[in-house]
């Protein structure tokens, strides 16, 4: 059974760089046909699309993260890890990193998620 | 920031049959799949319905998901208080983005 485990800082301050690592079990992050994203949902709030690196290194962001966002991966560890960059209070939100299946919008299996408050 | 719109709340009593809207364009839903989840309170979501109407493996066959043009549906037919949880639609868009819909929270009288 692919589980999937979010690590990383509960809390980051403002305008700093926020980094979050998935590490895989239960299966290969270098399977072919999968897709491996991040998801974050404000408290109280919808989901968003993060963004999600292809097997292959491909990577596809939101675009109104773009400019802020990396992320990568880490195949002898089976991880793949996120960046976010100069923070602010509206970053505050469960991350969730996920496994999507022949497109990102395709999510099939969830990490558990992880509260990052963003505050000095 | 959404492109998908969903209404924000939908209600039944147990037994009942409620229907999810979600509403995107050409370039989402018109082009590609849709995909549904459900979202029990304090966990993360699980996928319901992939691919506009395939179920995954242990999803009960009451819910079931359509596609029409730029606009999908997801229905629960006896309704269950189980059912009680917020609800996702989400597409791949042509911009190279995914989106989720706005979110439906369903409650059962």
């Known amino acids: 059974q692919l589980q999937l485990q979010e690590s990383g800082p509960g809390l980051v301050k403002p305008s700093e760089t926020l980094s979050l690592t998935c590490t895989v079990s239960?299966?290969?992050?270098?399977?072919?046909?999968?897709?491996w994203g991040w998801i974050r949902q404000p408290p109280g709030k919808g989901l968003e699309w993060i963004g999600s690196?292809?097997?292959?290194?491909?990577?596809y962001y939101n675009p109104s993260l773009k400019s802020r966002v990396t992320i990568s991966v880490d195949t002898s560890k089976n991880q793949f890890s996120l960046k976010l960059s100069s923070v602010t209070a509206a970053d505050t939100a469960v991350y969730y990193c996920?496994?999507?299946?022949?497109?990102?919008?395709?999510?099939?299996?969830w990490g558990q998620g992880t509260l990052v408050t963003v505050s000095s | 920031q959404s492109v998908l719109t969903q209404p924000p709340s939908a209600s039944g009593t147990p037994g009942q049959r409620v229907t999810i809207s979600c509403s995107g364009s050409?370039?989402?839903?018109?082009?590609?799949?849709v995909y549904w989840y459900q979202q029990l309170p304090g966990t993360a979501p699980k996928l319901l319905i992939y691919?506009?109407?395939q179920r995954p493996s242990g999803v009960p066959d009451r819910f079931s998901g359509s596609k029409s043009g730029t606009s999908a549906s997801l229905a629960i037919s006896g309704l269950r208080s189980e059912d009680e949880a917020d609800y996702y639609c989400?597409?791949?868009?042509?911009?190279?983005?995914?989106?989720f819909g706005t979110g439906t929270k369903v409650t059962v009288l």
């Open positions: 996920a496994r999507q299946v022949v497109v990102p919008a395709a999510t099939d299996y």
């Open positions: 239960g299966g290969s992050i270098s399977s072919s046909s999968y897709y």
């Open positions: 690196i292809y097997y292959s290194g491909s990577t």
């Open positions: 050409s370039s989402n839903i018109g082009s590609n799949y």
């Open positions: 691919r506009n109407n």
């Open positions: 989400a597409a791949w868009d042509d911009s190279l983005s995914a989106f």
